[in-house]
């Protein structure tokens, strides 16, 4: 029930985390796996370590064992720098909270990865400007976080995750802290880009309307995974 | 909606499960679990019996001397076994009020000693499975189809909603429906 063998064509294999805080098992045998292009809605009780699942998939946490293979690579065998670079280049990422940097204007907040991965800056904001005209929120460009809607906000830090073209898009919440046409508005958004440009989404949500925009649903309870697709 | 008289004859071959009884006993113990709004009328037991009997999934065990019709004592067969698994392993199709079926196969997982865990499972994997057909269907939908679409989602959600709570509720229930 918790073993997932890497499936053929899987972009990011996960198989056997553990991740224990102190007495806490945040994670006891939990296993994952996405195909390029899928979305995958993760979702169980408060504290059953879902977070923690897709810290360690997007290699933020590092597991106490356990394997994680991102397109052939181990990521638990990368050093620190070659991981963050991964980070940088392969994923992107939305929380639930704004995590737009407030002194920056909208348009330059989804140009920032580009930037930090050496882009020029005019050409790093026709970029953002594309992406922001696909979320619907073009118009923010010049307005700074503080100035913008919590929905408004979201589709920017959804512009944001997408700019780089990564291939899978880590969103923990990423509705969470909207209304429901707000935040189904967002999913739809993320899920249309997100299939546009093959990316796959790791999804965790407490929301089933929210999880109903997955191709597929993994239940994690006490730190264990359970795929759901096998539970019919 | 919910077929009372379906599962009338499922609840009682899964009550017979947990060891054979007298079709009053088997009255009594329906009303105590189940029957709180609409207890069982004895008759409905007998021609349910007698429907169970025909069909080979239950047989009588004992017949006490005396009068009236509550002399027979039954046991569930293997084939009867067979039919209750069936049915709980089964989800029930996504529709509104279907909570009464759904707490009734979950205590009888609890007190025939199966996975109650699986079968909420099973049921959340189909309720989610129409909640995604419902979305792809509004999302490339008009609005007269986003707002009919809506509605069976909210109420699925809400159906949902209970199945995790009472998963996160299920050691408490155990020992409530065993006791
Ligand atoms: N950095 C940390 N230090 C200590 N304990 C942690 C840390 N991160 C997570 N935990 C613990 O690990 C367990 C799993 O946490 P996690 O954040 O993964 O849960 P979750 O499923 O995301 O919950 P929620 O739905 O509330 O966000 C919890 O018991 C939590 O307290
Ligand atoms: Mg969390």
Redesign the interface.
């Known amino acids: 029930m918790t073993a997932h063998a890497a499936p053929a064509g899987s972009l990011l294999t996960a198989t056997d985390l553990r991740k224990t805080y102190g007495p806490t098992h945040a994670l006891d045998g939990a296993g994952f796996a996405i195909h390029p292009g899928e979305v995958v809605a993760i979702m169980g009780?408060s504290g059953s370590g879902k977070s923690t699942l897709l810290h360690c998939l997007a290699g933020i946490v590092t597991p106490d064992s356990g394997t994680i293979t991102y397109a052939g690579r181990d990521l638990t065998a990368m050093s620190d720098r070659e991981r963050s670079a991964l980070r940088r280049s392969e994923f992107g990422f939305v929380f639930q909270f704004g995590q737009l940097v407030p002194e920056l204007t909208c348009v330059e907040n989804v140009a920032l990865p580009l930037r930090l991965n050496g882009a020029g800056r005019r050409q790093a904001e026709r970029t953002a400007l594309d992406w922001m005209r696909k979320l619907e929120v073009d118009g923010l460009k010049d307005k700074r976080p503080g100035e913008v809607s919590g929905g408004q906000g979201q589709r920017v830090a959804v512009a944001r995750s997408l700019v780089t073209g990564p291939r899978v898009v880590f969103a923990d919440e990423p509705t969470g802290a909207l209304d429901s046409l707000n935040g189904e508005r967002v999913m739809?958004l993320l899920t249309e880009a997100a299939r546009a440009t093959n990316a796959a989404v790791v999804l965790v949500t407490h929301?089933?309307?929210v999880?109903?925009?997955?191709?597929r649903?993994i239940?994690v309870r006490d730190g264990r995974s359970?795929d759901?697709?096998h539970?019919? | 909606m919910y077929s009372r008289a379906m599962s009338i004859g499922h609840t009682l071959l899964a009550l017979l499960e947990t060891g054979p009884r007298h079709g009053y006993d088997l009255k009594r113990a329906f009303d105590d679990k189940f029957g709180h709004d609409r207890p069982l009328a004895y008759g409905q037991v007998y021609s349910t019996m007698s429907r169970l009997l025909k069909n080979g999934l239950v047989e009588v065990e004992g017949i006490e001397p005396g009068d009236g019709p509550d002399r027979k004592r039954y046991a569930i067969t293997d084939a009867g076994i067979t039919d209750v698994a069936a049915w709980l392993a089964q989800p029930e199709k996504p529709e509104p009020y279907l909570q009464s079926t759904l707490y009734t196969k979950v205590v009888l997982a609890l007190l025939t000693g199966r996975s109650a865990q699986d079968l909420l499972d099973t049921q959340r994997a189909e309720h989610l499975r129409l909640m995604r057909i419902l979305t792809t269907r509004k999302r490339k939908g008009d609005l007269a189809d986003q707002l009919v679409c809506d509605h069976a989602l909210f109420h699925l959600e809400a159906d949902l909603r209970w199945l995790e709570l009472t998963a996160a509720r299920l050691d408490q229930l155990a020992q409530e429906v065993r006791r």
């Open positions: 009780p739809q929301e089933t309307r999880a109903a925009y997955s191709d649903e239940v359970r759901m697709e539970a019919i």
